[in-house]
């Protein structure tokens, strides 16, 4: 069946480097991926999307890529800071997307001083 | 502020016992979603609903009942039937259509 999973559940990086969080997705189907944060104890919040039709899309600090021969996708995040800590998931709209996003198993970002 | 309301944030719970949760929104949305978060699990899709009055099951509904009687409000009741009901509960709303989801805050349910 469709699904979409993270390559690691835990990536630790020294503050001021570069992270990037990987993600794969079983369904060639799908045409629109999102990523979220999590902090401890909140709900994910939205960081940015990018549909099938794009490779690259950047945001503040934050640039996704999108590699649809390889149905992988990943997640970097410039200067990482200790505010960046938390767990990040991928999620995708697999299958037609009849129910919604397909959500990985996130990754836990952790920043070391 | 708009958003979704998530109550209560922490609950206790006895075995045998009947549960619901609240979730609000006011961002006027018209679909509504309650996950199931365990350690290393990601999120699992319990019950959603696309419209007042309608709702479906997810992939692990079992156990689990929803109503969706006001477009603002979507509450879960977790049943005695549901064997491992410890977990953290996601609620999350979106307008139709837009598979752009906005969650609360949550609510971590504990059996004792």
């Known amino acids: 069946g469709e699904s979409v999973g993270l390559h690691l559940p835990t990536l630790s990086v020294q503050e001021g480097d570069n992270s990037i969080i990987n993600c794969a997705y079983s369904?060639?189907?799908?045409?629109?991926f999102i990523w979220y944060k999590q902090e401890s104890g909140k709900g994910p919040q939205f960081i940015i999307d990018?549909?099938?039709?794009?490779d690259k899309r950047q945001g503040q600090r934050v640039t996704v890529l999108l590699n649809k021969t390889v149905k992988h996708l990943s997640l970097q995040i410039a200067a990482t800071q200790p505010g960046d800590s938390a767990v990040y998931f991928c999620a995708g709209l697999l299958g037609g997307g009849a129910d919604g996003l397909t959500f990985g198993k996130g990754t836990h970002l952790i920043i070391q001083p | 502020d708009g958003g979704i309301t998530q109550s209560p944030k922490y609950l206790f719970r006895k075995e045998g016992q009947n549960v619901t949760l609240s979730c609000e929104q006011n961002l006027n949305h018209d679909a509504m979603y309650w996950y199931r978060q365990d350690p290393g699990q990601g999120l699992r899709l319990i019950y959603y609903s696309q419209i007042v009055n309608d709702f479906q099951k997810g992939d692990i509904a079992e156990g689990y009942s929803v109503s969706r009687e006001k477009k603002e409000s979507f509450p879960l009741t977790v049943t005695s039937a549901q064997k491992n009901p410890t977990a953290f509960y996601l609620c999350a709303s979106e307008p139709s259509g837009a598979n752009v989801l906005t969650f609360g805050a949550g609510s971590r349910l504990t059996v004792l």
């Open positions: 990018i549909r099938s039709n794009m």
């Open positions: 369904n060639s189907a799908s045409d629109y």
